[in-house]
């Protein structure tokens, strides 16, 4: 079975840094698309990053550019998402989510054709105090 599993989070002081880990099981992440989303209390779920695991290509949101880095571990089988300067705006609960179609995600980051993930995990909760 596929299985995500998050970590990572916790609370930090404003300008401070995470790293959130995304623990693949039951398929190889380096052949799957990988995605962060996040969820703040009272917003909709956001997609903050995104990476395909077939050519490295990432995906960033405006609002996290130049402050969020994914990556893929592939002797690990786990997936990263770093966070440098941290902001309260950033409090929210962590997902990450993977999916077989690397193409169906090349084709978004793209053409914006609409894409889904398959898989996701439970959350990670990101709280950063001002």
């Known amino acids: 079975d596929v299985q995500l599993v998050e970590s990572g989070g916790g609370l930090v002081q404003a300008g401070g840094s995470l790293r959130l880990s995304c623990a693949a099981s039951?398929?190889?992440?380096?052949?799957?698309?990988i995605g962060w989303f996040r969820q703040a209390p009272g917003k909709e779920r956001e997609e903050v990053a995104c990476i395909s695991g077939s050519d490295g290509t990432p995906w960033y949101a405006d609002s996290v550019k130049g402050r969020f880095t994914i990556s893929i571990d592939n002797a690990k089988n786990t997936a990263y998402l770093q966070i440098n300067t941290l902001g309260p705006e950033d409090t929210a609960v962590y997902y990450c989510a993977a999916d077989s179609d690397t193409w169906g995600l090349k084709l978004w980051m793209l053409t914006g054709i609409p894409y889904f993930f398959d898989y996701w995990g439970q959350g990670t909760q990101v709280t950063v105090s001002s």
């Open positions: 039951g398929f190889s992440a380096a052949n799957y698309a």
